[in-house]
């Protein structure tokens, strides 16, 4: 009989509750425990994967930082050598060596000194970091020369009167230790004007190279001071949120710092140094690394907190490589601290989130796999109490063997489908981890600087960009990325261009260079750009980072200085570099052909009178007009540019026999000689032309110039307005006057000139009312020389301005040993020094130098040098009379002289001359003009001293009219210091 199974459910119920509740506590401890160990892994391999990314971007900012720095002060050190170059500083260099006068161009040192100032001008407005251009001359301790400033931020040429010595200044220094060629950079300081530092400060860094003469001498210094803060400022920006950046010099110095206050506080006495703010950086300093060695990022321990820190040096100057500008660019852990822990934050939600899906649905296969066998329990149970009505689970051995078959197969897709998860979240840390950075970056760095960046993967599609590329190329961002750099592509630009580009990319890993692209609105512009490959794991994961700025302005400039360097800016013709270039070119192409080419060297007759008579604004208009005629009258294979002042040089290619030259050559002249209309001005002029030919006249450019010149001076002789073709006979007076220039000279600076004195005696008592300075040349070979022999070839070489210094010099010297006995020294005066001199300055100078009263000198002027220009001489002569100087009109009754200026002008002495005096008594006429001349004299309140008084009927005539002084062989010849002396000491005065 079966007994009823009362206590079935109950062990059932009982069973059911232990069983379950253990292996749902091991089965849910085992999946907690899974998931943990699952969120740790992803959780450290995120954090580390995101330690590298912040060290890889700090390397790159300094790498790029360092480039950006570099290359500013390479910029510098070209564009000093640049000016260093340029002609007006050749030409004023010749111009100095030769008495103030360029014997090559034919300009006054004044003319080379504002074309100077042109081009500091013109450099300083293309380069709005620059600051200041000059050019220092070695003598008188260093004085500036020329001085343009950049001044609230306008350019300005700095007057004369501002410029300031400099020979005590520490780049001064070193500069003038510098070989040609070199470029200095002075140590980055605060700029000072006149000893105290300019407000508000202005670090300044100074790039400076020296002029050399011919001769190797040292002339002077180009000077160049660029304002470095913007440069600093952009270096020691934060490089990411809560980094710091330092720059500092090779000693520690502070020259860029997170507390502005801090930069450049060493001028100002501040004793703060990177070694003693932070030791740990001491090592940064010790220079013992190769040339731009670079310390690749790191955990530091700075001031008890841990940082990232990368550093460079940045090796400034060739010259010196111990000098070095050190960049420290440090990022504290905690700055990525949010970022983790945000995603520390997502992981443990994840976790919950897997484990909310995961519990229940093992749950669930616990009661699926426990029912079977709690089933088998339950009967086992009840035939083991003897009820063997039991119901038996619907299975047996081999369902449970599949079931745990079943169980196995699942468990290897569990773990498939693990190992699968473990995968997909690395790749998507690790994406999570570059975009977050990426970001980072281009917030703090990329889109605050002013040039244009672009970012590009592997297959070149565009990822990113900053403001500053929308800003140049007209594209926004959203109309950038995902295109191609096509999108600016100009096309000017060939498939050679672009793959070596890509070469140079995979090569060297970066590429540089000046390349053209189209903005937006179709306008194509220059850029200089840089870009950087950065190689990931896989070569699509690759990077391509393209810095660039926009040139196009700069280059216009630059070729604008170029077109100056290379041509007259009045006319707009090539200049003497030009033209000689063009006709060695003529002249290799005639060789090669066995031909001939042809020079003509034109110069204007009459041209100077318009600009002394008219003006030199007039002037410059007239020249203006010949280079239009002389352009439209040649053919557009010859050449035709300004050598300088009047003179124009025309190149022939062509190998024309001589009688085409000659019409040409007259077809300029008809030409040059037509009226022009200037400023309400009826001009007419002329012009002479000496021809020139290529081989038979010469086989160098230099000689054919030459030949050229001396047969335009044979035209001058021939009457003007003609042309004359070179022969060799033209040479000879040339060569003489060439000689003769060069032996006086040397004459000048071997005192081989003597100043002999003539008495100027009074006709009523017979003493000596004062001396005449005149200059002769004892000559080594020929014995002593006359002015007359020598004093022209002075004038027309220029020479006359020193020979007339000397003068003046030694008959100050020579005042103070007489100190009065001799009266007044008489000196004459050259138009050219009139022109090319401060002579009332130059006179201050002398009497101050050797302690005379200027009321001993009295200055002697020829009537057409004062009437050729009435009013200027009515000037110079008021400062002359002020210095208590007396003046006097040598030569008077020659010229054409107006008796309305003569009576205005501060003239004190008439001088008659000496073509009156020996005719006097015997030339009624001759009589009478002496006679008219000593009573305007008298009327105008003007002492009277006739020359070339030789007999004592002469004198007796002359004092009888009532001149006042007779001058003359009569009384004695001129004589030296010494003769003179002797001759006063024996009765003669």
């Not at 050559?665 to 020139?692: C, F, K, V, Y």
């Not at 060569?735 to 009074?762: G, I, N, T």
């Not at 006709?763 to 000596?768: A, Q, R, S, V």
Request: one cysteine or more.
């Amino acid at each position: 009989m079966n007994t009823p199974n009362i206590g079935a459910g109950n062990d059932r119920e009982g069973r059911r509750s232990g069983v379950y509740h253990h292996v749902h506590l091991v089965v849910f401890a085992l999946v907690l425990f899974g998931m943990a160990a699952l969120g740790f892994v992803i959780d450290r391999q995120h954090g580390e994967s995101a330690y590298r990314s912040l060290a890889d971007d700090l390397d790159s900012a300094v790498r790029l930082r360092g480039t950006g720095f570099l290359h500013a002060t390479e910029t510098l050190r070209n564009d000093t050598l640049l000016l260093s170059r340029t002609p007006p500083l050749r030409g004023l260099l010749r111009a100095n060596l030769n008495g103030g006068f360029d014997p090559v161009d034919r300009y006054p040192a004044e003319v080379w000194g504002k074309r100077l100032k042109e081009i500091f001008t013109v450099f300083l407005e293309t380069r709005p970091d620059y600051t200041q251009a000059r050019y220092i001359g070695i003598a008188e301790g260093g004085r500036e020369l020329v001085r343009v400033d950049r001044r609230h931020g306008k350019v300005v040429v700095i007057p004369d009167a501002e410029l300031q010595q400099k020979g005590r200044r520490d780049y001064f220094r070193d500069g003038v230790r510098l070989a040609e060629g070199q470029v200095y950079l002075s140590e980055f300081n605060l700029n000072q004007e006149l000893g105290a530092f300019e407000v508000p400060h202005v670090p300044t860094v100074r790039a400076l190279t020296p002029i050399y003469d011919q001769a190797g001498r040292l002339f002077g210094l180009v000077v160049v001071n660029m304002a470095v803060k913007p440069l600093f400022d952009e270096a020691s920006a934060a490089p990411l949120a809560g980094g710091v950046a330092y720059v500092t010099d090779e000693r520690g110095r502070y020259l860029g710092h997170p507390e502005p206050d801090m930069a450049f506080s060493f001028e100002l006495g501040n004793r703060h140094r990177l070694a003693g703010d932070f030791p740990e950086l001491a090592h940064l300093l010790d220079d013992t690394g190769p040339k731009g060695d670079t310390t690749a990022s790191r955990r530091q321990s700075l001031a008890g907190r841990a940082y990232f820190v990368a550093a460079q040096r940045l090796r400034i100057d060739p010259a010196r490589p111990k000098r070095f500008v050190l960049l420290v660019l440090a990022v504290p852990e905690t700055a990525l601290s949010r970022e983790i822990e945000e995603f520390r934050l997502q992981v443990v939600l994840g976790v919950l989130l897997a484990l909310l899906l995961v519990l229940p649905l093992a749950s669930l296969l616990i009661r699926r796999i426990l029912a079977p066998l709690d089933q088998l329990c339950l009967a086992a149970l009840s035939i083991s109490r003897g009820q063997y009505d039991v119901d038996l689970p619907e299975t047996h051995y081999g369902e449970v063997g599949a079931m745990v078959e079943g169980f196995k197969h699942m468990r290897e897709q569990v773990a498939l489908r693990e190992e699968q998860l473990l995968s997909h979240n690395a790749r998507l840390a690790e994406q999570i981890s570059k975009g977050a950075f990426d970001l980072l970056l281009a917030g703090s760095v990329v889109d605050n600087t002013s040039e244009g960046v672009m970012v590009t993967d592997g297959a070149g599609r565009i990822l990113s960009v900053n403001p500053a590329f929308s800003e140049i190329t007209g594209y926004s961002a959203e109309e950038a990325v995902g295109n191609t750099p096509r999108l600016i592509r100009s096309e000017r630009h060939g498939g050679d261009f672009y793959r070596a580009m890509w070469d140079s990319l995979m090569h060297d890993g970066r590429w540089q260079g000046e390349i053209w692209n189209r903005r937006k609105n179709g306008e194509v512009f220059l850029e200089w750009l840089t870009i950087n490959r950065v190689a990931g794991t896989r070569p699509e994961n690759d990077r391509y980072i393209a810095v660039f700025t926009d040139v196009t302005e700069q280059r216009r400039k630059d070729e604008r200085i170029h077109f100056l360097a290379f041509h007259d800016p009045l006319t707009g013709l090539p200049n003497r570099a030009l033209v000689h270039d063009r006709l060695q070119h003529a002249i290799d192409v005639a060789r090669r052909q066995h031909g001939r080419a042809g020079v003509m060297l034109i110069d204007l007759d009459r041209f100077k009178a318009v600009n002394d008579g008219i003006g030199h604004d007039v002037g410059d208009q007239l020249l203006k007009v010949v280079a239009e005629r002389l352009a439209k009258s040649l053919r557009q294979s010859d050449t035709v540019g300004r050598m300088g002042g009047d003179e124009f040089l025309v190149i022939l290619e062509d190998g024309a026999e001589p009688e085409i030259y000659a019409e040409v050559a007259e077809g300029l002249i008809r030409t040059i000689s037509e009226p022009a209309d200037i400023q309400a001005h009826h001009i007419q002029i002329g012009a002479s032309i000496g021809i020139a030919f290529y081989p038979d006249d010469g086989g160098d450019v230099a000689t054919l110039v030459k030949q050229a010149d001396v047969a335009m001076y044979a035209a001058k002789a021939a009457g003007k307005g003609v042309c004359r073709f070179f022969s060799a006979d033209m040479t000879e007076r040339a060569s003489r006057f060439l000689a003769m220039e060069m032996e006086l000279r040397l004459a000048l600076e071997r005192d081989e000139l003597e100043l002999y004195y003539q008495p100027k005696m009074s006709l009523g008592t017979g003493k000596l009312e004062g001396v005449e300075a005149l200059v002769r040349w004892r000559h080594p070979e020929r014995g002593l020389l006359a002015p007359a022999d020598f004093i022209p070839v002075a004038e027309e070489s220029g020479i006359i301005v020193a020979l007339g210094d000397w003068v003046l010099r030694e008959a100050c010297r020579q005042a103070a040993l007489w100190q009065g006995r001799m009266g007044s020294i008489a000196v004459n005066v050259s138009t050219r020094q009139l022109d090319r001199i401060d002579l009332v300055g130059r006179i201050k100078e002398l009497t101050a130098q050797y302690g005379i009263p200027p009321s001993w000198l009295q200055l002697e002027l020829t009537e057409s040098m004062v009437m050729s220009d009435p009013e200027r001489a009515a000037d110079l002569l008021g400062k002359v009379r002020e210095l208590g100087i007396t003046v006097a009109i040598d030569d008077f009754g020659t010229g054409y002289s107006s008796l309305s200026y003569l009576r205005r002008l501060p003239i004190d002495v008439l001088k008659i001359d000496r073509s009156f005096v020996l005719g006097a008594g015997m030339n009624q006429e001759v009589t009478e003009i002496a006679r008219t001349v000593v009573a305007l004299g008298q009327t105008l309140r003007m002492a009277v001293v006739a020359e070339g008084v030789e007999a004592e009927a002469q004198a007796t005539l002359l004092r009888d009219m009532g001149c006042d002084m007779g001058q003359g062989y009569l009384y004695a010849r001129p004589q030296a210091a010494a003769d003179l002396e002797a001759w006063l000491a024996a009765g003669g005065g």
